[in-house]
């Protein structure tokens, strides 16, 4: 799917345009004239259109002059996994990162696509993560204190109408 973004010049003399794609940006902006002839240096950037998940992506990015380039390679380039671990650690653990050299694997985010701590819970009894449960006491397990457990590492958010739980490293 492609993003379509505005650039809406500082200069409130100057008309904004819409692009797709960074050459598209660079060929507007270079020929881009406010009422009086000069040229317009200025813009902000903004998110018109594009999915739920790259939506969430630029406002975690930052979408500024100099960095759309290297926005426009990233979208194409990353898996949505990729993606949700960048807006993750960025926009919800406030991680920092340089626009040109970025990467996923920079951070050490644990997601779980679940629909609340109990979930977790149970999943993490389920795979051991506690040891091993005789079976005769799997009933008398509180799943509820678990997750409230859970919740002091973790935390929930939704990325593009999807939930997950996360926990930074």
């Known amino acids: 799917m492609t993003v379509q973004l505005h ?10 345009f819409y692009f797709n794609d960074y050459e598209t940006y660079k060929a507007k902006a270079a020929s881009n004239k406010n009422d009086y002839g000069d040229p317009v240096e200025e813009y902000e950037i903004q998110f018109i259109d594009g999915s739920y998940l790259d939506c969430d992506f630029a406002k975690a990015y930052g979408l500024y002059q100099n960095n759309i380039e290297v926005f426009f390679n990233t979208i194409e380039e990353w898996e949505e996994h990729e993606k949700e671990i960048f807006i993750i650690a960025v926009g919800e653990c406030g991680y920092s990162f340089d626009p040109n050299t970025v ?9 779980y696509i679940m629909d609340n701590m109990k979930e977790l819970a149970e999943q993490f009894i389920d795979e051991g993560l506690f040891g091993e449960i005789p079976a005769a006491l799997n ?28 926990r930074c490293n």
């Open 103 to 111: 990467s996923p694997s920079d951070f050490e985010v644990d997601i």
């Open 139 to 166: 009933n008398y397990i509180d799943y509820e204190a678990i997750a409230r457990d859970l919740a002091v590492d973790y935390s929930e958010t939704v990325i593009a109408g999807r939930k997950l739980i996360y």
């Open 7 to 16: 650039a809406q010049p500082y200069d409130i003399s100057a008309n904004g």
